[in-house]
Structure formats: structure tokens, C-alpha cells
């Protein structure tokens, strides 16, 4: 059976660009980067063009590029480093945030959801695209503030930019790079401190570097003007996807339509199914869909990020997400429907 894959929310393919540079580098640059020798001195080379790939293509400076293991672990540094000087002052948190950034905001004194006042708000927190609505969301302007985007979701679907904020998490296996590949992005003045001791990445983020993930998410980066104009095109696959839909009943609901969202993303309401038992008939019929953030496939709970828009917990559970990769053709798209149309007939 041919497959169909619209889970690009969760995680993409590789580009080939990218695995290839893994593989070499896996093969042919397995020195430490910190160590002083010639096979090391090399590896360093590498991994600090690596670092300018990602401030060209970001617009900033590559110092304040700290590579990390996943988006998740760049949050946790950066909440926890944070903490030490700003903990115990208000911080405003989106409250449809992935829980890899609720997290580490648990230790801290006092935690507001947006939209609320922000004034005397030492932090502000704010996604720039929900990774299960795909709506996308403006940055608050608190004076004095540090404000952090989680742009792990937006990065290669939209244009990102890092000048309405001060620090930002982005995560390479959302844009055709690797696993293990992943950016905090800090302004040097922020009251930080760091948390995970040891030499490298400036005495930021200890741990041996991962080399072959960090070029393979340059490799990555390189292809983002391209990814961007081919999500872009998603759009109006998107709109028919949900018009076809949103025709076959009055109670189903495109959560978001009409606001701005990823061009992709399309989270369908279908009241009265349950979105879990949707998406398994769907994967036997060929298609990969989820009913939310993968993180959370499999919870008893219901979406927060669904029920924090003022949805009940059935109508959450009623939710499949779909989510298309750049350059999924049309024929792709209109087989998903008529197999959703086939299931919720049954």
C-alpha cells in the first residue's frame, strides 16, 4: 500500500544534502572540536562555519548562536538559566504553549497566561505558530521585558525574525534536518546564567558537540528560502481541503480559519468522531495524520492548546491535525479526503 505521510508538524524527512553531510562528517570529521590537534583544530573549523550558515540565514551574529540537541533542551537551558535572576518575578506565557516550555517554567514564582496585562512582566513567552492550530501569533512589546519566541514550529514555514525579541528556540528536524540539530538564539545581555557546565559553545552548553547533527542542519538551513515559498504554496491546498470538509456537516470547524496561520496546517474539528479513532482508520487506509502534538499522542488528557481557545475537552478529542510537508501535490491531498470521507461514513 502506498503511503502518505501529513504529519510534517511532528517531524520531516531529511533532505538528502542532509544526510549526506552527516554521513561524511560521521566518517571524515569525528574529532572533538574542543581538542587542540590538527583532526580537532579541523572539526572546530567546521562546526564554527556551521554557526555562521545559521547567523547568515538568521540575520544575526554567530556568537549568539548556542547549538543544542532539540528545542527542548534549548527551552529548558534557557528557562533554567533565566530563573536564577528573573524567577521570581511575573513572567506572561502563552498558555497554549508546548509543554517542552511549560516545563521548566514549574520552578518559577509567578506565571500569568496571555493575553493578560503585561505590565511588570520580567518575561514574556509567546510561540510564533501553534504547533497544533498552526495559527500564528505577534510578540508582545513589554517595555523591559525579555522576550522569548519559541519558533520551533514557524521556522522554514514562515519568515522568522529574531529583531522582536531577545532570545529564541528553533529546531532543525521541523525543516528537513536532523534530529539532534537545534538553536538558542540569546541576546549577550540577558540576565542568563548557565546551567549545564562545561568549556564548549562559549561556557554555555556543555557536552561535545554533536558535529555531523550541526552540519546537517546547515545543510538544512541552506535549502529555508526554498522550503518557505514551497510551504507558502500550501495555502489554497489547505483552503480546498477544509471547504470539502467543513461542507459535509455544520458541526465540523477548521480550528483558526480565518486568522493567520502556517500555510500547511489545517486542525479539523469533526464534532461527533473521535479524532484518536479517526486517525487510526486513516493510517490503515494509507494516510499519516495526528490529533495533535505527537509529544502528546497516545494522552488520556485533551489538547490543552486546543481547550485554552474556550473548546470543551470532548470537542478537543474531536480533533485530527493535519499537517503537509513543502511540495505535497494536489492528487496527495484529495486521496486524504475521500479517505476521510469513507471513515466518517462508517
Known amino acids: 500500500m502506498e503511503r502518505y505521510y501529513f504529519d510534517a508538524n511532528a517531524t520531516t524527512p531529511p533532505l538528502p544534502e542532509v544526510v549526506s553531510a552527516e554521513a561524511r562528517a560521521m566518517a571524515q570529521v569525528w574529532a572533538n572540536p574542543t581538542s587542540t590537534h590538527r583532526e580537532g583544530q579541523k572539526a572546530r573549523n567546521l562546526l564554527e562555519e556551521a554557526r555562521r550558515t545559521l547567523a547568515g ?13 532539540s528545542a527542548t533542551e534549548a527551552l529548558h537551558l534557557l528557562f533554567r538559566g533565566l530563573h536564577h535572576r528573573l524567577g521570581d518575578r511575573p513572567a506572561a506565557v502563552f ?54 519566541m519559541d519558533a ?11 529583531s522582536v525579541c531577545d532570545a529564541a528556540v528553533l529546531s532543525g528536524h521541523k525543516i528537513g534536518g ?17 546551567v549545564m557546565e562545561g ?22 538551513v541552506k535549502a529555508l528560502p526554498a522550503r518557505v515559498e514551497a510551504n507558502a504554496a500550501l495555502a489554497p491546498l489547505r483552503d480546498a481541503l477544509e471547504e470539502e470538509v467543513l461542507s459535509w456537516s ?29 486517525q487510526i482508520a486513516l493510517d490503515l487506509a494509507g494516510f499519516a495524520v ?21 473548546y470543551s475537552e470532548a470537542e ?31
Open 95 to 148: 498558555p497554549g504553549e508546548h509543554s517542552a516550555c511549560l516545563n521548566p517554567l514549574r520552578d518559577w514564582t509567578d506565571v500569568r497566561w496571555l493575553p493578560c496585562d503585561t505590565a511588570g512582566a520580567a518575561t514574556v513567552v509567546q510561540m510564533a505558530a501553534s504547533n497544533e492550530t498552526g495559527i500564528l501569533y505577534a510578540m508582545p512589546q513589554e517595555p523591559g521585558a525579555v522576550r522569548v
Open 316 to 346: 478537543a478529542r474531536s480533533v485530527i491535525r493535519i499537517s503537509m510537508l513543502p511540495g505535497t501535490p494536489r492528487t496527495a491531498v484529495e486521496g486524504l479526503v475521500a479517505a476521510l470521507k469513507r471513515v466518517l461514513k462508517k
Open 57 to 69: 540565514e538568521l540575520c544575526t551574529e554567530p556568537a549568539r548562536i548556542i547549538f543544542c540537541s
Open 178 to 194: 536532523p534530529r539532534g540539530g537545534a538553536v538558542l538564539w540569546m541576546r549577550p545581555e540577558l540576565p542568563w546564567k548557565a
Open 290 to 310: 495526528s490529533t495533535g502534538s505527537a509529544c502528546h499522542s497516545g494522552a488520556t488528557r485533551a489538547s490543552h492548546a486546543i481547550t485554552t481557545l474556550g
Open 152 to 162: 520551533a514550529q514557524a521556522w522554514g514555514k514562515v519568515p522568522v525574525d529574531l
Open 199 to 220: 568549556p564548549q559553545e562559549r561556557r554555555r552548553r556543555g557536552g561535545t558537540e554533536d558535529l555531523p547533527a550541526i552540519l546537517g542542519l546547515a545543510e538544512a
Open 250 to 278: 455544520p458541526d465540523f470547524e477548521a480550528v483558526g480559519r480565518g486568522l493567520p496561520r502556517l500555510p500547511n496546517t489545517s486542525a479539523l474539528m469533526l464534532r461527533g468522531h473521535n479524532g484518536e479513532s479517526v
